[in-house]
């Protein structure tokens, strides 16, 4: 099977499994690109922005459908990740050019909160936590756009959880999530691409590939977004905490 097969599959297969519960399938798409497609570092950041571009207008377009896209929620996100994107990008070429430390750090964060939201949706009696204040959303939002910006996953693989945690329904966070990774990633890549112009080394994205795996995510992004209504809030929750423990373990692993 050739790499644009391969990429096209993963993509397919990745996306509908996360767009249900607002994550990126770019969060599990970056080891598939670094181990098994060979995409060398840091281009495998842009290459994996340029899924998120390509691949988010379908499920988008499907929760736009089904009338759960828009609202303060979404422009709160997008008005922090936007610049934490472009930080993160200037981070990632001219002072991380590994993802050791992203490994270990991804993690320690994401394996507690996966087995808190797995807990929660097991005993549903409990209630969640206060909602966060809109000045911490916003600074959440910053840092988890400038983590997009480093490693390409989009930050909803980390503030899914986290906001999902203190109340907020998934039909309302799933969309928003994907909305500000989707405007997140299409800045990021234009700023790898001007950065590409400036700066020595393998910084600009596998075009080929990009695209191969982001056409996959629109198709699998589309049918994971018409699913989402139909599957209980509890599955929902329960389905974001297996998958932040999966990359927490995959990570781990691989750190």
């Known amino acids: 099977m050739n790499s644009v097969v391969a990429g096209f599959l993963a993509g397919l297969v990745i996306s509908v499994v996360t767009s249900p519960v607002g994550v990126s399938g770019a969060v599990f798409l970056l080891p598939v690109q670094l181990s098994v497609l060979h995409v060398p570092s840091p281009a495998v950041t842009p290459t994996n922005l340029l899924f998120n571009v390509v691949s988010g207008p379908g499920a988008l377009a499907r929760y736009r459908r089904n009338g759960q896209f828009g609202g303060p929620l979404v422009r ?85 959880p986290l906001l999902a945690g203190r109340g907020i329904p998934m039909a309302q966070l799933a969309p928003a999530a994907l909305a500000a990774t989707f405007v997140t990633s299409l800045v990021g890549a234009g700023t790898y691409g001007v950065l590409a112009l400036t700066t020595a080394g393998d910084i600009a994205p596998h075009w080929v590939l990009g695209l191969s795996c982001g056409v996959g995510g629109l198709v699998g992004g589309y049918l994971g977004a018409r699913l989402q209504p139909y599957l209980p809030e509890r599955k929902l929750r329960l389905l974001l905490g297996v998958l932040a423990m999966g990359v927490a373990v995959l990570y781990l692993l691989r750190a």
Do not use: K, N
Request: aromatic letters at 6%; glycine letters at 18%.
């Open 76 to 160: 709160l996100l997008i008005a922090g990740t936007l610049p934490g994107v472009i930080l993160g990008a200037v981070i990632r070429v001219f002072f991380i050019p590994g993802p050791q430390v992203f490994r270990v750090v991804a993690g320690a964060v994401l394996l507690p909160l996966g087995v808190w939201l797995c807990a929660r949706a097991l005993r549903p009696g409990e209630s969640d936590r206060p909602a966060l204040s809109r000045r911490v959303v916003l600074g959440l939002s910053v840092a988890t756009g400038a983590v997009g910006g480093v490693y390409g996953i989009g930050g909803g693989s980390i503030l899914g």
